[in-house]
């Protein structure tokens, strides 16, 4: 299994299988051809559904750097290798190969035909049961064995992942106005944070509070901001929203919560090994669902919870996000999107709560479940996986 760092990316939204992926795709293909003038670049599948709304074509040609790029966008291909299919081609050389990629969620590429060497397997254990009997046996917590496998670094490296995250919410609440693409969608956060009644209980301030970091981050993301992925761009919003909350309510320290965010994003590196995070590829489940139970990991560990009770919490959220659709309208991130990660901030809080006085009964584990998300994400028509052509996406006039 990789490292954690392939699960918390920064970068710019709103989309890392649509912006990020394409864009270090198109920097591959420019390192090893840099005498290329002109590029030709077909999209195909969910990019090329969704890539005008995702604004995959931007980020192309942004990576491109000033070089003359034609963007197809082809919507007929089948038999595509993944759903998120791209080929880049030297216009002007026809004995440069074309390089075909393929853009696998959270910002990864797997370039067809290359081994995958981008970076190399630090953890030995691939599922949850495997990691857990070694923290039993050495009387460790999650969080140790991952800063055990990443390095002394690697809590440097979540240091300036939790700045980001912080950052995000600080600038989405402070901004207004209509977010591009065409659909009219207006900044919530800012109002949403500030409006309050006088007898609001603490209950609904809790929740209104939560709601309104996440649709700070969302919106940050859907503006083409800066935000980290956890696991992805489109479900950036959740982890930071349910951590800054409970840090601020607690007063845990940014060091509790680098132990948090450690143990948050080692289940979704679990998600994205033995599963996918990638919504072409199996729906809004593996992407939201997967940061929900992220969050309610990363809460469990802020709380002290034992480690049966911290896969209870984690399997809690994927299941009960399985079956979610990804059906973005015209392909921007957005709407069901922004309101969707506030909903799953809200639920991982509850996750953990009920993993608290439930773990003793629990009939499913983690690793059950993820291999329930896949099939069932896998089982999902075409239409409800990221292209836009179905649900909301289609119905919506």
């Known amino acids: 299994m990789k490292s954690v760092r392939e699960i918390y990316k920064t970068g710019k939204g709103p989309s890392s299988s649509h912006t990020m992926g394409p864009a270090k795709a198109i920097e591959v293909f420019l390192s090893e051809h840099p005498e290329a003038k002109r590029l030709r670049v077909v999209l195909y599948g969910s990019l090329a559904k969704t890539g005008q709304g995702h604004r995959t074509d931007r980020a192309i040609e942004l990576a491109a750097e000033g070089r003359e790029t034609q963007i197809v966008f082809d919507t007929e291909a089948e038999e595509l290798p993944h759903a998120n299919t791209m080929d880049i081609f030297d216009a002007d050389r026809a004995d440069v190969p074309p390089m075909r990629v393929l ?22 254990e691939k599922t949850f049961s495997e990691i857990a009997a070694i923290c039993r046996a050495e009387g460790i917590r999650i969080c140790d064995y991952v800063y055990r496998n990443e390095g002394t670094s690697f809590r440097e490296f979540l240091s300036a992942v939790w700045k980001t995250m912080k950052s ?6 402070s901004r207004t106005g209509e977010l591009p693409g065409g659909l009219g969608v207006q900044r919530k956060a800012r109002n949403l944070f500030r409006q309050r009644h006088m007898d609001e209980s603490p ?16 919106e940050q993301n859907a503006d083409n901001g800066t935000i980290v992925t956890a696991p992805t761009c489109g479900a950036c919003a959740v982890v930071p929203a349910t951590l800054a909350y409970m840090q601020q309510k607690h007063g845990f320290s940014d060091d509790e919560i680098l132990d948090a965010l450690a143990t948050g994003g080692l289940i979704g590196n679990l998600v ?35 480690i049966d009770q911290i896969e209870y919490a984690a399997e809690i959220a994927i299941e009960h996000h399985l079956g979610l659709t990804c059906d973005p309208i015209r392909g921007l991130v957005q709407i069901p999107c922004i309101e969707r990660n506030a909903v799953a901030a809200m639920r991982a809080i509850n996750a953990v709560s009920l993993a608290n006085f439930l773990t003793d009964s629990r009939k499913i584990s983690f690793d059950l479940v993820v291999r329930t998300m896949y099939e069932t994400g896998r089982d999902l028509a075409h239409n409800y996986r990221e292209t836009a052509l179905g649900g909301l996406a289609k119905l919506y006039e």
Do not use: W
């Open 203 to 218: 209950t609904t301030r809790e929740n209104r509070i939560v709601c309104a970091y996440a649709f700070a981050v969302s």
């Open 168 to 173: 995000a919410i600080e600038e989405g609440l």
């Open 103 to 124: 853009s696998v969620g959270g910002g990864d590429i797997h370039i067809e035909g290359r081994p995958l060497v981008a970076s190399h397997h630090i953890y030995k």
């Open 272 to 306: 994205k090994t033995n599963a996918s995070i990638s919504g072409a590829e199996c729906g809004c489940q593996a992407e939201i669902g997967t940061a929900c139970s992220m969050a309610s990991a990363a809460l469990a560990e802020l709380f002290g919870m034992e």
